[in-house]
């Protein structure tokens, strides 16, 4: 009867999209918090019980400074002014100022990543320091902006769906 | 669900708080070290931002606007990372050498006690007042 299903049998139903959007903006926020207190953890284990000569000083929070207004741009465009370059609200122009922004959040976020990569390298593998406590401050930063870009990911995907919801609520 | 006394309900939820507060009081007496509380004040205030984003909701649902949906997402977003800070913040700091595994446990657990017993009391007055069940 029901034509809209995916799957043969009805066990596999998948769930409708606002629960989806729920449960990926939840999934978008406790990643973001994982990828800040990673750093975070990296920066007070190096002043309180660290033993070794690195620190995490101002050098290692760049890229998750990078992530994060990155994250923060791409996630406050407009999507709608992406597609319609032609008719509707949208001039060509909005069109055009969006995708350049757009350009500019996801340069921030690819700085962020691999900024992360070149502080463990630089500062933590071509000096030798490669034994776990220590090589852990590097690691730290290279998971925190991982998991930063992943809850940026989420956020986009889930604000893109198709939401039957929202128009099944305004009639 | 049958329908509770409010009564029963309210000193069910109290003494569900006081059990929380009990195992951060505890966390915090034993080793004489009071970051617990910090814990448990984030615990306390992480169902606020959606509390806050509902209310904007409820009101201003007669045009069903897509900032409505917007904000939501923001009050779940940062609903979500309050909750996740609360859970890393005590294993940050037995990470860190400054609680101990026993205090941390004790945090996390009485943490979500609190936390639990906020969510459970909102929802139960928005059931009384509408008919909407608790959802995610």
Redesign the interface.
């Known amino acids: 009867m029901d034509n809209g299903r995916l799957f043969k049998f009805s066990a596999f139903k998948l769930p409708n999209s606002a629960?989806v959007?729920?449960?990926g903006?939840?999934?978008?926020?406790?990643l973001?918090?994982?990828g800040f207190?990673v750093m975070?953890?990296a920066a007070?284990?190096s002043k309180?019980?660290n033993a070794s000569v690195v620190h995490v000083t101002f050098i290692d929070w760049i890229p998750a400074i990078c992530s994060s207004f990155g994250m923060l741009i791409v996630n406050s465009i407009e999507k709608s002014r992406l597609l319609s370059s032609e008719g509707g609200f949208g001039s060509s122009s909005t069109t055009w100022q969006a995708r350049l922004v757009l350009f500019l959040g996801f340069s921030l976020l690819a700085i962020g990543i691999s900024g992360s990569f070149l502080v463990l390298i630089l500062k933590f593998l071509v000096k030798n320091f490669t034994s776990f406590p220590t090589v852990g401050m590097g690691v730290s930063n290279v998971v925190s902006n991982a998991c930063i870009m992943l809850s940026c990911i989420t956020?986009w995907i889930v604000?893109n769906l198709e939401?039957d919801y929202?128009y099944s609520?305004?009639l | 669900m049958p329908q509770i006394n409010p009564l029963t309900k309210i000193i069910g939820l109290s003494s569900v708080l006081a059990a929380g507060f009990l195992l951060i009081v505890l966390a915090g007496a034993i080793y004489g070290n009071w970051f617990p509380v910090v814990a448990v004040i984030i615990f306390g205030f992480a169902h606020l931002p959606i509390l806050i984003t509902q209310h904007f909701e409820n009101n201003y649902d007669d045009f069903?606007s897509?900032a409505a949906?917007y904000a939501i997402?923001l009050g779940?977003?940062?609903?979500?990372?309050?909750?996740?800070?609360g859970i890393?913040?005590p294993l940050?700091l037995n990470?860190?050498?400054?609680l101990t595994k026993v205090a941390t446990v004790l945090t996390i657990s009485g943490g979500l006690l609190v936390y639990g017993t906020v969510v459970t009391f909102a929802s139960f007055f928005d059931a009384d007042s509408e008919e909407a069940t608790f959802?995610?």
């Open positions: 629960t959007r729920a449960v903006v939840y999934l978008s926020g406790a973001y918090a994982i207190w975070v953890d007070i284990y309180s019980v956020l604000q939401d929202s609520l305004a | 069903m897509e949906g997402d779940r977003f940062l609903s979500s990372f309050l909750l996740t800070t890393a913040f940050i990470h860190c050498h400054i959802e995610i």
